[in-house]
């Protein structure tokens, strides 16, 4: 059976999760279970069955791949991953800057320290992981 | 860039979906196309001229690009 959207394949296969998560936590006790959360676990088993036709079925699932591939759409991507990633790290240190001079005891002068020390890991991972990528790029190029 | 895919397309008489469906793209990035937005790379490129019958050269207008390009650094 051939894929033809892997978006939608780990879309179904998440939700297949999901709702085998939530049988796994209520068994022993399926007769208790609200109508409103039989109907959501419905829903839930209907968006994956959703998902994995979408993945394995050649007429919706071409579109679903050209979506997946567009080149435009990936470049897009990038950017909105670039662009939240900085924003997101900016936010952080923010946050625990606005928090510290917030802060009315000590336990939450610690917790905005914390929040500052997690962006400023969260820049150093960015960086490592730049490094060990054009390391890599750089060494398959030599082969 | 400048390109002439808008005029190429009305030719062919495709709409924009239908000459999204030829080159396996999404009718957004043709449209960014047409606006001049977005640089097709160069298999899309080649892949909208054997669509349009239409040279790549002609249809994103490359020597007239190239002229301005060739120009803006010779500004610098």
């Known amino acids: 059976m051939k894929i033809y959207s892997r978006k939608n394949l780990f879309g179904g296969i998440f939700y297949t999760c999901l709702a085998l998560l939530y049988l796994w936590q209520n068994r022993g006790q399926l007769d208790d279970i609200s109508p409103i959360d039989w109907s959501i676990l ?3 088993i209907a968006a994956a069955c959703i998902r994995f036709y979408t993945a394995f079925s050649k007429k919706t699932g071409r579109q679903a791949m050209i979506e997946e591939n567009d080149e435009r759409e990936k470049l897009l991507q990038l950017k909105i991953y670039r662009t ?3 924003s997101g790290s900016f936010g952080l240190f923010l946050i ?4 510290e001079s917030c802060a009315g005891d000590e336990a939450a002068k610690y917790v ?3 929040i500052r ?3 400023v890991l969260l820049l150093l991972l960015h960086i490592l992981v730049s490094a060990a990528y054009s390391f890599i790029r750089s ?3 030599l082969q | 860039m400048k390109t002439n895919l808008r005029q190429a397309r009305k030719d062919k008489g495709l709409t924009q979906q239908q000459l999204a469906d030829r080159v396996y793209v999404t009718s957004r990035t043709i449209i960014a196309l047409e606006k001049e937005e977005y640089n097709p790379s160069l298999m899309l490129a080649y892949r909208l001229s054997l669509a349009l019958e239409v040279p790549m050269e002609e249809l994103f207008d490359l020597r007239e690009n190239k002229e301005k390009e060739d120009k803006k650094y010779e500004d610098l």
């Not at chain 1, 625990?96 to 928090?99: E, K, L």
Request: charged share 5%; hydrophobic share 55%; aromatic share 22%.
């Open chain 1, 42 to 44: 419905a829903c839930v």
């Open chain 1, 84 to 86: 939240s990633f900085w």
């Open chain 1, 96 to 99: 625990g800057w606005f928090a």
């Open chain 1, 112 to 114: 905005s320290v914390g």
């Open chain 1, 117 to 119: 020390l997690s962006a």
């Open chain 1, 139 to 141: 060494c398959r190029s």
